[in-house]
């Protein structure tokens, strides 16, 4: 009798033992994702997203770099050319560095203007791109295939590029700050009437994004009308941007293809 008792009490200080490991491990755990979130949290997920879509651009500004330096159409450019492309590839590289280096130590006032700075570089380096595969495509049929690849990677970067423009300059912009004082720079149907269930409405990226897209491939505004001579500005830039690489490149290179055939 005595052995069983002490067997059961055994018993039972081991299962309080597995219950107290369970729940620290569960303890541990939670404390683990709530430091997690507070760190995200803390350092704004909207600037997270606008560094993600800048490694996006760099990704696909590196292709047609890539391409024109190292690629089929290196044979087409000039020496000076190519070393102004590997300057401008070491840039890339640097404000990349900076801009995951200032998100993770959230200096989120030199984050912004990086944030700027980068996408004034991503917006010099489409349009040196667009220049460069200009002077490529002058009846060259055996750039044909890299020109037209090219040309979607640069239609890419754009779309992706102006969405970032679109989202700095439209309160609340990349910072998750209200701006109440601030004037709209798009007119989103959501902000326009009064629409049910959108009360505390406020733009994401994704609406930025869709504004990019329709531009890049409409080469106008649909949906969000611009309000600032600054939005318009951009959208002038972006659509003409895209007009070259849809009407002059892309064609360009379609035609040298089917003629080629």
């Known amino acids: 009798m005595f052995s069983d008792k002490l067997f059961s009490m055994d018993q039972k200080i081991e299962g309080k033992m597995a219950s107290n490991s369970t729940s620290r491990r569960a303890a541990q755990t939670i404390e683990g994702e709530s430091s997690l979130i507070l760190f995200l949290r803390a350092r704004g997920p909207s600037l997270a997203v606008v560094v993600l879509v800048m490694f996006l ?67 010099v380096a489409l349009l040196l791109d667009v220049i460069s595969l200009l002077q490529v495509l002058g009846g060259l049929r055996e750039a044909a295939k890299p020109l037209l690849i090219d040309a979607a990677l640069m239609s890419l970067s754009n779309m992706f590029i102006f969405s970032i423009w679109y989202w700095i300059i439209d309160p609340p912009g990349v910072e998750d700050e209200p701006h109440d004082e601030a004037p709209w720079a798009f007119l989103f149907p959501q902000r326009g009437s009064s629409l049910p269930y959108y009360g505390s409405w406020s733009p994401g990226y994704a609406d930025y994004l869709f504004i990019g897209f329709t531009t890049n491939f409409a080469f106008s505004p649909t949906d969000a009308l611009p309000l600032t001579r600054t939005a318009k500005m951009l959208m002038l830039l972006q659509a003409g941007i895209s007009v070259v690489i849809v009407t002059g490149i892309a064609a360009g290179a379609i035609n040298a293809l089917v003629g080629s055939g």
């Open 57 to 123: 651009i760099a990704v696909l500004q590196a292709g047609i770099s890539y391409s024109v330096g190292q690629g089929p159409l290196r044979k087409f450019e000039s020496t000076a050319f190519l070393l102004f492309a590997a300057a401008l590839y070491a840039i890339r590289l640097a404000l990349l560095l900076l801009l995951v280096l200032l998100w993770l130590l959230n200096r989120k006032g030199a984050l912004f203007r990086t944030i700027i700075a980068a996408n004034v570089y991503f917006t």
